[in-house]
Each structure stands twice: as structure tokens, then as C-alpha cells.
């Protein structure tokens, strides 16, 4: 099977920066819970799997230390446009070395590609949320 990996690179790498994002530098680490985002858990499978930790016995090879290296640094920065550009580019150059790895990550089923979420609020204390499981408490006067 022969595997564009340009264009892999480029659809799987949203994922991945989804669940850097979400989970930090503990993202190669944590394990999957069922409560955890169906995106988020992918992105983090294509991660476990670029960077070889689905395979512990397995050494890992030059490009998947440097992507190793540049996950945990975009932990640190999340929303840093130029090193998720740099995450891409050691995706396709991974890829390209492994195409074994590539050809597995091609076959796998994708969910719904990652959503942007822009929060606004108005107001003086107005509080800005994206998921809300409880209660708001702004220390205003409330009983």
C-alpha cells in the first residue's frame, strides 16, 4: 500500500497538537480512560505510535527522539503555530523514514477532525468555560 505521506502528515498532525494541548507533556504517558475525548485519544495513539512507546521493547530511532523532544516542548507552549509546524514537517519526515509506521496509521479509522472552540464573554468577572460540569462561583454575593 503506498501511503502519500505529505498529506498523512498534514491530516494526522491536528490530532496530535489536540492532544498535546490537552494533556501536556504527560501526553505520551497517560493512559486512556474511557471519559477521555475520542480526538484527544486518537491524537495521542498516532503520538504512542509515531514515537514507538506502543512498542516499549522496540528502540526507537533519531526522528523519534526529535519528535519526542518537540512534543514536550510544544507541551510547554501550547498554541505555538511554528513548532506545530515543526511537529508536522518530523511527522512527514518520520513517516517517511518508516513507512511501516506510516501504512499502520493510514488504515486506522478517524473521528470527526478536531474542532477550534472560541470562548467569548462580556462583562465585568464574567466567566469564559468551554465545558461546564458544576458550578460558577465568581465571589459575588453568592450563598
Known sequence: MSVDVVQLAQDVTPYATTAITAYGAAVLARVESDAADVTVSFGQRILQRLIGRDTPDSETSAEQEALAATVAELAGTPGDADLA???????????????????????????????????????????????????????DSTT
Not at 513517516?95 to 462583562?123: F, K, L
Open 85 to 139: 509546524a515543526v511537529l508536522r514537517v518530523q511527522v512527514r519526515r518520520l513517516m517517511t523514514a518508516h513507512p511501516d509506521i506510516a501504512t499502520d496509521i493510514a488504515g486506522w479509522a478517524r473521528p470527526a477532525e478536531p474542532a477550534t472552540v472560541t470562548i467569548t464573554t462580556s462583562g465585568d468577572r464574567s466567566p469564559a468555560v468551554h465545558n461546564n460540569y458544576g458550578t460558577i462561583n465568581t465571589g
